[in-house]
């Protein structure tokens, strides 16, 4: 498989842009793509993201669900060693979310509220559901999935890398079957609450690249950020016929 890969990330109205995100092409068929969304304040946010992101790059990658899990934990551990090292840095922690693909097969997981999105044949086949208290309002029938954008409780994350405690992570527990034509987005929540699901369709639809796709989202992103709005972050992943571009 050949593997077209866009990145997008930005302060939006912020100072500091406290999202990191990163791929590396590790052989033939094989690579790695992380997005985390650094919380914490005082740059523990951006410091938390920057190593979530190299923490789950440094490895080369297996599509299995264990291995995904593996490196989660990996990158929640330096988070909390990291804690330790100035006052500054005691409340740091991230989001992440981890794609690997190996030898014609996908696997992922995440912690927190940043996503993946899966389309295939143009269509959204699979999205991660958010470790959030809102989620748990959808979950029990309370809230609309839609009601989820800008509720006012929606930034209460009940999970993250560096949270005390057992961390919390979902895996896809089966690793997918890639197909030429598959399409990944991996999201931070300033991208996918100004960007709705239905619109991600219609620009992948219309772009002839996974860059193209990404401008077409940006655009509507764009067109409905203002004010202090957060950073957003996103990366695109493309699947063809052939062999990794190095």
Known sequence: ???????????????????????????????????????????????????????????????????????????????????????????????????????????????????????????????????????????????QPREIRFHEDRNRLLGSLGMSGTVRVTVRPEPLALQPGDAFLLASDGFWELVLETEMEVELAKAPTAEGWMAGMHARLMSRAEGEYDNYTAVAVWVHAGELAQ
């Open 1 to 143: 498989m050949l593997f077209e890969t866009s990145i997008l990330s930005r302060p939006g109205g912020r100072e500091v842009n406290e999202d990191s995100a990163n791929w590396r092409a590790v052989a033939p068929q094989a690579g790695i793509w992380v997005l985390a969304d650094g919380l914490g304040g005082h740059g523990g946010g951006e410091v938390a993201s920057q190593r979530a992101v190299e923490t789950l790059l440094a490895v080369d990658p297996a599509a299995e669900p264990a291995w995904i899990a593996d490196r989660l934990q990996a990158a929640h551990e330096r988070i909390l060693t990291g804690q330790n090292e100035t006052f500054e840095l005691r409340h740091m922690h991230t989001t992440a979310v981890l794609l690997a693909a190996v030898g014609g097969q996908a696997a992922w997981g995440h912690c927190g509220d940043s996503r993946l999105y899966f389309f295939r044949d143009g269509r959204l086949a699979e999205q991660t559901i958010d470790h959030s208290y809102v989620q748990t309002k959808v979950d029990a029938g309370v809230l």
